[in-house]
């Protein structure tokens, strides 16, 4: 089998490269090596270099040598702009993960403060609405036991007058015994009376007591606690109610008064001195 010889040009159209290019790195090669490349041959007239299979061979390896090592950097600087394009990716994400944790934890720091001011706020409430209902319990307590101490004061008070006009009578008056008996009877009735009286106020003012002991135990939970406007409105109307159902007991118990013969006595009374006289 004949050897087949191939120009420079035959070969660098064979590896798809430029004549010029193949010419550069024979020549570079034969200088590094100190080979000798090439043969001269006649070729349609004219004198051109040629190379045998084993020049071709040799050459080829040369270039694969070459495109191995371009290949390795190129590889090389691939990697490492993906390295470095890893890098800045991860640093991109730590940092806008860094952002959004500051990002969380200033709106959880926002919502506790939040939260605090709400319950702050809550509690002032709930301890203004306390002294506020214990503020009118106590001047409800404090209403009933003045009515009371009032009107057990003016009835010690009427009965001392009474028995002082008596006692001024029979020091100024002579009168018979019967009448003098009738007299007493008429003052210990008179006493009855008002004894009577005074023991219904008693238990009418005890029974006040007892509903606004009933209303401070009806407290109402936390969460269903009506306001201080509506709380203090209620026990006004309480305390109103109280003085109305006093003022009612008065009247009565004056109209009980002028039902029984203290006119009568009266006016016996006055007879007596204007006899003296």
């Known amino acids: 089998?004949?050897?087949?010889?191939?120009?420079?040009?035959?070969?660098?159209?064979?590896?798809g490269i430029s004549k010029k290019y193949l010419q550069n790195k024979i020549s570079y090669e034969k200088k590094k090596q100190n080979l000798s490349i090439g043969n001269w041959k006649k070729i349609s007239g004219k004198n051109t270099i040629v190379l045998?299979?084993?020049?071709?061979?040799?050459?080829?390896?040369?270039?694969?040598?070459?495109?191995?090592?371009?290949e390795d950097k190129a590889?090389?600087?691939?990697?490492?702009?993906?390295d470095k394009a890893d890098s800045l990716e991860d640093k991109q994400e730590d940092k806008a993960d860094s952002l959004e944790d500051k990002r969380e934890d200033k709106a959880d720091s926002l919502e506790d403060k939040q939260e605090d001011k709400a319950d702050s706020l809550e509690d002032k409430q709930e301890d203004k609405a306390d002294s506020?209902?214990?503020?009118?319990?106590?001047k409800?307590?404090?209403?009933?036991?003045s009515l009371e101490d009032k009107q057990e004061d003016k009835e010690k008070s009427y009965l001392k007058e009474r028995i002082s006009v008596l006692e001024k009578f029979l020091d100024k008056e002579q009168t018979s015994n019967s009448e003098l008996k009738k007299i007493i009877q008429q003052t210990q009735n008179l006493l009855d009376q008002q004894q009577r009286l005074a023991l219904q106020d008693k238990k009418l003012l005890e029974e006040y007591k007892s509903e606004i002991n009933e209303l401070k135990a009806l407290k109402m939970p936390r969460e269903d606690m009506k306001d201080g406007s509506s709380i203090r409105g209620e026990a006004q109307e309480e305390i109103e109610r109280l003085k109305a159902q006093l003022k009612l007991s008065e009247e009565e118990r004056n109209k009980a008064k002028e039902k029984e013969p203290v006119k009568a006595e009266s006016k016996k009374w006055w007879h007596f001195g204007r006899n003296v006289k």
């Open 1 to 15: 089998m004949s050897e087949e010889l191939k120009t420079i040009k035959e070969l660098a159209d064979e590896l």
């Open 52 to 70: 045998s299979d084993k020049e071709q061979t040799l050459i080829k390896s040369w270039l694969n040598s070459l495109e191995d090592k371009q």
């Open 75 to 82: 590889d090389s600087l691939e990697d490492k702009q993906e």
């Open 132 to 138: 506020l209902e214990d503020e009118q319990e106590d």
């Open 140 to 145: 409800a307590d404090s209403l009933a036991d």
